[in-house]
């Protein structure tokens, strides 16, 4: 099969730390404006830096439309470049829709959906790549991914064949007008019957590897709906509103309830599985080109309803 090269900078560390103070040339400017500028990099480049706390003002993460002033210290630390063969696998897919245009795609826990540091094949995008054509517009790496769930996260996502079903699938999701709704196994018992969770995201302060609710963050918003409730847990339907990385978990961590099988979020002690007990159930958005209504919804996977017969067994008992 052919390989595709790609030489992209992905999340890893850099021994190039690179250093810029503030002088009036810049005073005023935005901050992915000047650091773009300054490392010679896209702004888009740029704008993923200052996302991922990889460029900071003053030891501290800013946002890109942060305005610098003269005597600001910039720090940047570059991504490490990691060349990957990008190889079509022809790897079983679980396709639940498919046109012209578009898949939906109902990925299994486990799986990555494209290729980053530690994960180089055997992803979503490597079976993609042996099934059909994919929109090359997010990138070498990312072809034909408008939305991404968690590895050990399953369910329903959207992915464009083509540049046209692309750009209508993202600006869809950008206008909030698609549908993405999510079950979820979590700690503790929900008191309230539905609630929203407004709290913005970004990297922890205290361990890069997580996300947090911090002041700084990118908004973010999570309604959830309570489903069933078992003496030490509880069933949601989450509904996002948008799509932070790692969303729901933190938000309900926030709240007092992480979710089941999450130790990065929760307690180490959680129930047996391979993962967090999440899965993305129902998804909803509009046919690029003919405008159509589409939505879909699937059964919660087999490891997660034997696991709620667990727990209805022992609430019997």
Not at 38 to 65: F, M
Not at 196 to 219: E, L, N, Y
Request: net charge neutral; with cysteine.
């Amino acid at each position: 099969m052919a390989k595709i090269q790609v030489n992209e900078p992905l999340k890893g560390n850099s021994s190039d730390e690179q250093f810029f103070i503030i002088d009036a040339s810049s005073q005023g400017h935005r901050f992915d404006k000047t650091l773009s500028q300054l490392a010679g990099i896209t702004r888009s480049q740029a704008q993923i830096a200052i996302n991922d706390q990889q460029a900071l003002v003053n030891d501290q993460p800013q946002k890109n439309l942060y305005e610098v002033s003269i005597g600001d210290r910039i720090t940047y630390q570059p991504a490490a470049v990691i060349p990957i063969a990008l190889v079509p696998e022809p790897i079983d897919l679980d396709i639940v829709y498919e046109d012209d245009d578009v898949l939906v795609v109902n990925k299994p826990q486990g799986m990555v959906v494209h290729p980053a540091p530690g994960h180089p094949d055997h992803t979503l995008v490597n079976a993609l790549l042996a099934h059909s054509p994919l929109s090359t517009i997010n990138g070498s790496l990312r072809p034909g991914i408008v939305h991404r769930i968690d590895k050990d996260t399953s369910g329903l996502l959207m992915v464009a064949k083509n540049d046209v079903a692309q750009q209508s699938l993202t600006a869809q999701l950008k206008a909030k007008t698609n549908e993405r709704q999510y079950v979820a196994l979590v700690h503790g018992v929900i008191k309230e019957h539905e609630g929203t969770i407004d709290a913005p995201i970004g990297r922890s302060p205290k361990d890069r590897k997580k996300m947090a609710v911090v002041k700084d963050g990118r908004h973010a918003i999570t309604h959830f709906k309570v489903l069933k409730r078992y003496p030490k847990f509880t069933l949601v339907n989450c509904r996002l509103e948008t799509g932070r990385t790692h969303q729901i978990r933190v938000h309900m961590a926030y709240i007092g309830h992480p979710l089941a099988g999450d130790p990065l979020y929760g307690p180490k002690k959680t129930l047996p599985g391979q993962g967090q007990y999440l899965t993305a159930q129902t998804l909803g958005f509009r046919q690029p080109r003919t405008g159509e209504l589409l939505r879909f919804e699937i059964p919660l996977p087999t490891w997660f309803t034997q696991m709620l017969d667990q727990l209805d067994a022992q609430t019997q008992s």
